[in-house]
T-cell receptor, first 110, second 112 residues
């Protein structure tokens, strides 16, 4: 079945450490996205990519980085510059008939 | 800038009731509108997608309507069940791009 796979499901980060969240899709979608979700807040867009080797900042890109070397993959790195990284991270892909989301990664700073 | 508002923020109903969730958006230049369901700690599951040229979409007990000119959409759930308990999110995609703007959701609890 086609879908989006996010890994790991849970991730713990030490202060000052960079971590990378994985997102893979087999839907043959061109566009991919990373959202952050905090309790009591809506989803906020971090980065998005409309095509391989191209990506744009969303509303809260500071402290994050991405790459899009393959159509299927859109990894997100949470850098040490992100001061409050504890959140639920959702990856998505889209085409004209709508968005599909992964199951999310919960990142916690320890 | 597009803003999406969902009312109510939370709703608790007894099993079997029909209910309506509301979504409003400020910019009517939308490409489509999508309703999602989110269970605690999980990702988003797409329920219904309405293109800007459409007035409504139906799937089982769910019916979503769209009034683009007034900036409103409703999600109607018939004969609610405890398994419908979740957060329901509305999101709009602008005509000029692929980004979605989300509302903050309605948390629904259906009591047995």
């Amino acid at each position: 079945d086609g879908g989006i796979t996010q890994s790991p499901k849970y991730l713990f980060r030490k202060e000052g450490q960079n971590v990378t969240l994985s997102c893979e899709q087999n839907l043959n979608h061109d566009a991919m996205y990373w959202y952050r979700q905090d309790p009591g807040q809506g989803l906020r867009l971090i980065y998005y990519s409309q095509i391989v080797n191209d990506f744009q900042k969303g509303d809260i890109a500071e402290g994050y980085s991405v790459s899009r070397e393959k159509k299927e993959s859109f990894p997100l790195t949470v850098t040490s510059a992100q001061k409050n990284p504890t959140a639920f991270y959702l990856c998505a892909s889209s085409r004209a008939d709508g968005y599909t989301f992964g199951s999310g990664t919960r990142l916690t700073v320890v | 800038k597009q803003e999406v508002t969902q009312i109510p923020a939370a709703l608790s109903v007894p099993e079997g009731e029909n209910l309506v969730l509301n979504c409003s958006f400020t910019d009517s230049a939308i490409y489509n509108l999508q309703w999602f369901r989110q269970d605690p700690g999980k990702g988003l599951t797409s329920l219904l997608l309405i293109q800007s040229s459409q007035r409504e979409q139906t799937s089982g007990r769910l019916n979503a309507s769209l009034d683009k000119s007034s900036g409103r959409s409703t999600l109607y759930i018939a004969a609610s069940q405890p398994g419908d308990s979740a957060t329901y999110l509305c999101a709009v995609r602008h005509e000029s791009g692929s980004r979605l703007t989300f509302g903050e959701g309605t948390q629904l609890t259906v009591n047995p």
